[in-house]
């Protein structure tokens, strides 16, 4: 960890354009990345993926936090006034409704923040044991929606391979109780977890996004595409080539086949970070650009159209899925 780490200040900030599906449009979005004290369950055991950890501090203070928040409200105040932010989304590297990693005044100054700026939407990131705490928010004069890392549908893939450490039951409590509140519910999916071949990583987000949908548990369903974190087990795996990240064909592949099964119950998104580059999930590096711009644009308008994407390498997507049921391990890297 860097100590030259400026505590007063969040991770990052941006501005882009996000789907505000309960009114069908798309809005522009300010993120923010807060920097706390971290994930409690990453202090614990952690998830086998994630690195978001190294960006976390012990030394962070809830003073420190309402300050980030005040950076930012100084920053989008000087140079993004003219396009106000209709939606805000509130990273931190855990669960935001986790009194160990911002208290309740923090929240409340989230909250007055996103009422100042006329946004009409706050999205943040909670685990199950949390979302109670999402109650507080109800009084206040925006939609709120809460995603939770379900990552599969699968309990034994969720909790012995990712090591995520909550059951589906919890998770289908927890968006029933915030359902009951009129909160939105998104639902993070992971395509490919390690150990799980190509095919079977494509089956299990498609098997997993069909559970979430005929059981009515998510509005939004965000497929995250595996990446190669740094100082995580996946890199381990990944650096002794036991482990590839997806291809964007299986992406494409899960997109499609459930935005066919949700119709307008529940919208599936996705943003492929790091698309392209060896750590990310990539093709064969000719078509990737358009490949994740198409995945981009799709999450934005939910026009399953703009995924009829063709490339040379289609073929050997379909021969490498073939091979690895055979091998049982990444046929190259």
């Not at 522009?28 to 998830?47: D, E, M, P, Q, S």
């Not at 086998?48 to 976390?56: A, D, P, T, V």
């Not at 590297?93 to 309740?104: I, K, M, N, R, T």
């Not at 990712?162 to 589906?168: L, M, R």
Request: charged share 30%; aromatic share 10%.
């Amino acid at each position: 960890m860097s100590r030259k780490m400026d505590l007063n200040k969040p991770v990052s900030f941006w501005m882009d354009k996000e789907l505000f599906w309960e009114e069908e449009k798309i809005e522009n979005c300010l993120t923010i990345i807060l920097r706390t004290t971290g994930c409690c369950w990453a202090k614990k055991v952690g998830c086998i993926m994630c690195g978001y950890n190294l960006e976390s501090d012990s030394r962070i203070t809830q003073e420190n936090l309402v300050n980030q928040i005040r950076h930012v409200r100084e920053k989008v105040e000087e140079k993004v006034r003219s396009k106000r932010p209709k939606i805000i989304k509130i990273f931190t590297s855990g669960s935001f409704f986790d009194p160990s990693e911002l208290s309740e005044e923090v929240r409340s100054e989230v909250y007055s923040f996103v009422e100042e700026l006329g946004a009409g939407k706050l999205i943040v990131e909670s685990r199950p044991e949390f979302v109670r705490a999402a109650e507080e928010a109800l009084k206040r004069d925006f939609r709120l929606e809460v995603g939770i890392g379900l990552e599969t549908g699968d309990d034994f893939v969720r909790n012995k391979i990712i090591q995520k450490g909550f059951t589906f039951d919890q998770f289908r409590k927890a968006s029933e109780f915030l359902k009951e509140k009129g909160i939105g519910v998104k639902a993070y999916l992971l395509l490919k977890p390690p150990f799980l071949s190509e095919g079977e990583a494509i089956e299990d987000a498609i098997n997993s996004s069909k559970l979430l949908i005929d059981k009515k548990l998510a509005d939004v369903i965000s497929l995250n595409l595996m990446n190669v974190q740094a100082r995580t087990y996946v890199e381990r795996l990944w650096q002794r080539k036991l482990y590839r990240p997806p291809w964007l064909w299986s992406a494409i592949s899960v997109l499609k086949k459930v935005s066919r099964m949700s119709s307008m119950n529940c919208f599936i998104i996705s943003d492929p970070v790091a698309a392209g580059k060896k750590r990310g999930p990539h093709n064969c590096g000719k078509c990737d650009g358009v490949f994740a711009e198409a995945i981009r644009e799709f999450s934005l308008t939910q026009d399953a159209g703009l995924l009829d994407l063709e490339c040379d390498c289609r073929e050997w997507w379909e021969d490498y899925i073939s091979a690895e049921k055979i091998a049982r391990s990444p046929v190259f890297s």
